[in-house]
């Protein structure tokens, strides 16, 4: 059994959480909820995403770049909810079950020994789902997580010229596999020339992004703007 939302909000109340604390805690909440627990799923019914989840549980250096969606570890419950709805031939069951098991698998950012670098473009972040109000806890997510020691997420701001044209995101696995999402699936990778040219490609959109103080403020004023789209929806 787990609280409702109301005991939920009380509980948190009475233990000083803070908003973005409290709303982590709520998304984890509706993953749980929503994940049936005797459901088997075909091999058809299992949304994209399964895959990536499970190599990113395996490797120790995961680097992933993104250029429309953000990366898998880095979604709040309701964003990872639109992601694996919008996939072919989901369905609730399957939806509800996917999203949980993300969430369980984003503990492995506080694992010690573990490392993870994000790039995003700044597309990602004004590439939105659902309300304002859904991106407004997503943002509370990132910078939850950029503040971690075994985090680093960066941002390629507009202003700033890409140094290869994205054609597509990927994920890094150690040094011996790269994962391509799409809309139907994904492609593991583990060629090791086609893994290396990866990696270069992925260097150097490390290098043209944001890390840090920077970004920080970059993740602040775009979030600004959802609140000030969510105040105007309210009026």
């Known amino acids: 059994m787990v609280p409702s939302l109301d005991v939920l909000g009380r509980l948190s109340a009475a233990l000083g959480l803070d908003e973005s ?9 509706v993953a749980v909820e929503a994940a049936p ?12 995403g399964a895959v990536l989840d499970e190599a990113v549980r395996s490797a120790r250096l995961v680097r992933s770049f993104q250029c429309v969606v953000l ?16 996939a072919p031939n989901s369905t609730p069951a399957a939806v509800g079950q996917a999203v949980a098991a993300r969430v369980e698998r984003q503990s492995l950012l506080y694992e010690p020994g573990r490392e993870s670098v994000f790039v995003l473009t700044e597309a990602v972040l004004r590439t939105w789902p ?9 943002f509370d997510r990132l910078l939850a997580v950029e503040s ?28 011996r596999a790269v994962v391509v999402e799409s809309f139907s ?26 890390f840090g103080a920077e970004v920080r403020e970059l993740l602040l004023r775009v979030m600004q703007e959802f609140r000030e789209m969510e105040d105007f929806a309210t009026r």
Do not use: K
Request: aromatic share 8%; glycine share 4%.
């Open 21 to 29: 604390i409290s709303r982590e805690v709520r998304d984890l909440l």
């Open 185 to 210: 699936g994904e492609r593991v990778v583990d060629d090791s020339d086609e893994v290396a040219a990866y990696e270069e490609t992925f260097r150097r959109f490390e290098e043209a992004a944001l």
């Open 148 to 175: 971690l020691s075994t985090v680093r997420l960066g941002v390629i701001p507009w202003r700033r010229a890409v140094p290869v044209l994205p054609r597509h995101g990927f994920t890094l696995c150690d040094e």
């Open 71 to 86: 990366p898998a570890m880095l979604q709040s419950a309701e964003y990872a909810r639109h992601v694996f709805a919008s």
């Open 37 to 48: 627990d005797t459901v088997e799923l075909s091999d058809e019914e299992v949304p994209a």
């Open 130 to 138: 659902g309300n304002p109000s859904l991106m407004l806890a997503q």
